[in-house]
């Protein structure tokens, strides 16, 4: 499908096993990818990848969550790149280690920023492009731990929560416009970020989670749970009393 290559998808946060197989699958529909990394070396290894297997064009570039005036200076760059950009997927996102946030505010807030701030500093470059132009999507990567505060996870959880909260207020200000906003709200999914951890529930596989995630972008949905189980599963847990969530190790 040539006729698209006029046309790009910008990848935030290229290097995780998610972006490349978002970039895979957007490559093979016959879009130019244009893949924004904070570790450059990386994210031109994952370019040369997409380029070999998609025969699309690509392009890697440095970018930082938490150097917010690099940002429109960045999406600026996408068209001469790589062509306008219809599609632009915040993906970056860090856990970080809960027990030392817990204790040490600047590493919590290095996760407040990097998930929140950050992701909506680049959101809103993104939106105002496509606002002026009347198309386009914006598709955030979020969590159904924002869907819940758990003592386990809080100051990801409340991010990714605000997140969340954030997009629900961008679908809306974009729709007037004919651009368009989703929020993805990923369960368990197989990468560096759920790595070693304990899990009784299903790890989604990166690549059938990408194949969704494109599904619903082009369909223009503006909330979509992966794997789709979680939506009963959250719906269960928000509706937990405090007095037995507190006796949980959740
Ligand atoms: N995996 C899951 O189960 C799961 C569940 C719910 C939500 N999510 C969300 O899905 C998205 C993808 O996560 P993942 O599981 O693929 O995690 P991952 O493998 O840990 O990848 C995280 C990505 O974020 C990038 N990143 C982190 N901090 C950054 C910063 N300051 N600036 C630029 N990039 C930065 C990383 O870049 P480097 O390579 O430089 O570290 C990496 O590309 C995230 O938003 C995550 O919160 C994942």
Redesign the pocket.
């Known amino acids: 499908m040539n006729h698209l290559r006029d046309t790009s998808v910008a990848i ?8 490349h197989a978002l970039a895979l699958e957007y490559g093979r529909l016959g879009y130019a990818i244009f893949l924004a ?3 450059i070396d ?1 994210g031109e290894r994952i370019a040369k990848d997409v380029e070999i297997r998609t025969g699309t064009k690509t392009c890697a570039r440095k ?4 150097d917010y005036p690099s940002h429109s200076v960045l999406v600026d760059t996408i068209g001469q790149m790589v062509g306008p950009p219809s599609v632009a997927i915040v ?5 970080g280690d809960h027990s030392v946030s817990k204790t040490n505010f600047e590493a919590a807030r290095k996760v407040l920023e ?2 929140y701030t ?1 992701a909506v500093s680049i959101c809103e470059a993104m939106a105002s492009v496509f606002e002026s132009r009347g198309s386009g999507s914006v598709v955030g ?5 924002g869907e819940r505060g758990r003592q386990s996870n809080y100051f990801y959880g409340s991010a ?1 929560g605000a997140f969340t909260l954030y997009l629900q207020g961008l679908a809306h200000r974009l729709a007037k416009s004919g651009a368009h906003a989703m929020t993805v709200k ?9 790595y070693g951890l304990e899990s009784a529930i299903p ?1 989604a596989s ?1 690549e059938r989670a990408a194949r969704a995630i494109v599904k619903a972008q082009q369909k223009k949905c503006t909330s979509m749970y992966y794997p789709t189980f979680w939506k009963p599963v959250m719906s269960l847990i928000r509706m937990l009393p405090s007095r037995v969530v507190h006796r949980t190790e959740l």
Do not use: Y
Not at 63 to 66: C, G, H, T
Not at 186 to 194: A, C, E, N, P
């Open positions: 935030f946060g290229a290097t995780s096993r998610l972006s990394a904070r570790d990386e970018f930082d969550a938490l993906a970056f996102g860090d856990m990097i998930n950050g990567l979020s969590s159904v731990a990714k990923l369960g368990f999914v197989d990468t560096r970020m759920t790890v990166p």
